[in-house]
């Protein structure tokens, strides 16, 4: 039912309903031929994207959007977006060479996210789509109910949370998580699988993962380099490299905060 289509530095995903599929974000301007060849290579025709939604109109997600809506597909928009459809077009317009197409506002299907549930239901998806500010002010994220998924755009990734307290990009992401995701989508990060506990590292089977924790703490500490952590612990080198930069990055972090950010990053 997801495809990922990886044709540019964005991340963008197919999702096929019962009676049609929606195309979730775009690529920069100039990659609507690496789109087209994505979609031949995963056996897609682009006749067969029924509806386009942008998770917010920065140029690395909107670029080819009104290209792809003139194909005959429709162009879908928050309410809350209404006045971003244009934020990007100063930024195409510097480079001459862009064939950047602007969004054409007279095209477009508005709708406010309390419409959205029955919106994504004319494709046979069942789900909804919040708003969740944050990175930007028209970001929203969309939720897939069977899949218990959520698609969040540029949304600040999960492990950085503890650095955006009492932040917009927290109360987007607590309402999320009310949902109680399985999987998150990002359109610059790795999808996290969460609460899944083969996360860890196979070579870790059996170890006492608090005490080895707390030793590459107190390694790191001591100002051992991650190879010579792995040489007295025996434990794998992205184990390690992982706990480190959330030990560095994350002041004050205990142990089991390591840990959850770690499985919580799809490691």
């Not at 508005?110 to 002010?137: C, K, N, V, W, Y």
């Not at 170890?207 to 380099?225: F, N």
């Amino acid at each position: 039912m997801i495809t990922s289509l990886r044709y540019s530095a964005t991340n963008t995903y197919l999702i096929m309903g019962g009676k049609g599929s929606l195309l979730f974000d775009t690529g920069w301007a100039g990659t609507l031929p690496a789109f087209f060849r994505c979609l031949g290579e995963n056996g897609i025709k682009a006749q067969d994207i029924s509806m386009l939604i942008i998770s917010h109109f920065h140029p690395d997600h909107m670029g080819i959007a009104q290209q792809i809506a003139d194909l005959g597909v429709t162009l879908a928009a928050a309410d809350v977006q209404r006045d971003f459809l244009h934020a990007s077009d100063s930024i195409f317009a510097k480079d001459k060479r862009s064939d950047f197409v602007p969004i054409d506002d007279s095209k477009v299907r508005f709708f406010t996210t309390d419409q959205s549930r029955s919106m994504l239901a004319e494709l046979g998806i069942s789900g909804e789509i919040f708003h969740t500010p944050g990175h930007s002010d028209d970001s929203i994220s969309l939720w897939l109910d069977d899949e218990k998924a959520l698609f969040v755009g540029d949304l600040n990734p999960l492990y950085e949370l503890d650095a955006h307290k009492g932040t917009p990009i927290a109360q987007s992401w607590e309402k999320l998580l009310a949902l109680k995701p399985k999987t998150v989508y990002y359109a610059h990060a790795k999808t996290a699988q969460l609460g899944d506990s083969s996360a860890r590292t196979p070579e870790l089977s059996g170890t006492d993962i608090y005490a080895l924790v707390k030793t590459i703490i107190r390694l790191t500490d001591k100002g051992c380099t991650a190879e010579t952590v792995c040489k007295k612990t025996g434990a794998d080198i992205g184990f390690v490299s992982d706990v480190r930069r959330m030990y560095v990055t994350h002041p004050g972090v205990d142990v089991q905060g390591i840990l959850d950010r770690i499985e919580i990053k799809g490691k």
